[in-house]
């Protein structure tokens, strides 16, 4: 490898890398990807739930129908989580439409929710950064160190052969994860805690298995019996499964791993052929960084906050993170984005994912063995604690960055937070409600690449923030749609929509428009609220 030169490298190329470069690159932005794993392990297929705001950003990028007819369970095969005394007994409970599946359409978003396994995200992403001309990836390669003052970055890449090379960057991303090196590199650390259960999980063939259960299907089984407590699915529609065993003796000298499945799956199994293909042990940890942010250098995804895994949030938070801080480095890079911008990563996406955090960390209390009752039937009443794990539609799209620096506060207040249920808003800083279109077009198929203004009555004008943004340079479509008779639902005639489909700003004509996209483009300097920030 020679020395190279990239206006962003991405230290990373898990989904948080993937994505950061798939938001570059898909704006023309010369990126540089390092990635340490040649080629995606199917043994550790860690995430398996796409949520559906990852699948509105797969959308805009063309790639939610390629993942989908990736997957191996379409979202028709099943939409339940089954709460069950084992995988041959008995069922308890069961929360329908988990994980926001749903196999129609809903007015409330573009897509509804996958359950794919991590390794087929990866080959999905992968094969889509290769289709970008503005993309350079290097695989089996590793970002061993970083320099980086106000001029730049310069970052040692190291190969297994142990030869190494210099890549120079304006800006570098760290998506390197837990065990990498970036979050050493501005000085930041994790602060939190780690769970008190050790898990863990198996991945395992069982050829036989899916002929002798009667209960429903379902893309998450849990086990909840004094015997044995865990939680288990399969991973395609043949005969490969994961478990993952709570409060699992991981010892040495502890029980083998196929004698935890059969305790899972329980009933009659001495006789089914479980081959275990791979284990990996774990505890739940509730990290958060106190810096995302020093100069030209950004943690992004894992390497600024570890989730557990319950509710399925932790990568769909890292590809949240990548989407943010990918499309205002492009915005800066192009010239339109002021200095504001970069600065509003961590005010916009640190309170996100202490939020995700919190209440992952909450359900790390509520697990299998919490529920000991031996009637059923008070059991299952008691399993309602966990409805928030499977529906939590207002951690997805609820979120806001009402705080942030470049947003255009109209002193309305911020949403409250609700973890299980949406509730549509269009205070600035929120996800633009989503709408079908009567021609079966999603609202958010008409945004462009940069921002958005909406204009939705025939009264308001939206000449003066089209003047403002032509004379700062910042790319702005006009969606125009008065006949649709949106203005009273959406609260204001005209709302101006950045690239990750969150408001900016809302309101009528204004003689402020220039203040209004500066604001948006941060080229205004305030002081921005996010927490943890060092001087």
Known sequence: MTDTRAQVLIAGGGPAGLGAAIELGWRGVRTCLVEPRITVDDGRPRAKTTSIRTMEHLRRWGLADRLRAAASMPVAWSQDVIFCTSLLGTELTRFCNAFGLHEGRSEHWAEAGQQVPQPIVERVLRKAVSELATVDVLVGHTVTAIDHDVAGVRATVSSADG????????????????????????????????????????????????????????????????????????????????????????????????????????????????????????????????????GRVFLVGDAAHLNPPWGGHGYNTCVGDAVNIAWKLAAVIQGWGGPELLRSYEAERRPVAAQTIADSAAQDRLLAPSFTDADNARLATAL?????????????????????????????????????????????????????????????????????????????????????????????????????????????????????????????????????????????????????RRP
């Open 163 to 294: 030869s190494s090379s210099v890549v120079e960057a304006d800006y570098l991303l760290g998506c390197d994860g837990a065990g990498g090196i970036s979050r050493a590199a501005i000085g930041a650390t994790y602060t939190g805690a780690s769970g008190e259960r050790p898990n863990l999980n198996i991945v395992f063939r069982a050829p036989e298995l899916a002929r002798r259960i009667s209960l429903d299907p379902a893309v998450q089984y849990w086990i909840v019996s004094a015997e044995a407590s865990g939680l288990m699915g399969r991973l395609d529609l043949e005969d490969q499964w994961w478990a993952i065993v709570q409060h699992a003796d991981t010892r040495a000298s502890g029980p083998a791993p196929e004698a935890l499945v059969r305790s899972l799956i329980g009933g009659a199994a001495d006789d089914l052929e479980v081959q275990v293909i791979a284990t990996d042990r774990w505890v739940a940890r509730m990290m958060l960084v106190d810096r995302y942010q020093s």
């Open 384 to 532: 309602q604690a966990k409805r928030s794990e499977f529906h939590s539609e207002g951690l997805v799209l609820g979120y806001h960055y009402a705080g942030s620096p470049v947003i255009v506060d109209d002193g309305s207040p911020a949403p409250a937070h609700q973890l299980t249920t949406y509730h549509p808003s269009t205070r600035p800083g929120t996800r633009l409600p989503h709408t079908w279109l009567p021609d079966g077009r999603s609202l958010y198929d008409l945004l462009g690449e940069g921002f958005t203004l909406l204009r939705l009555s025939e009264t308001a004008d939206p000449a003066p923030l089209q003047r403002a943004a032509h004379i700062r340079g910042v790319p702005l479509r006009l969606v125009d749609l008065p006949e649709l008779d949106l203005a009273d639902r959406y609260g204001a005639p005209l709302l101006l929509i950045r690239p990750d489909q969150h408001i900016a700003w809302r309101g009528d004509a204004t003689a402020n428009a220039v203040r209004v996209i500066d604001t948006a483009r941060g080229a205004l300097t305030r002081r921005s609220p996010a927490r943890g």
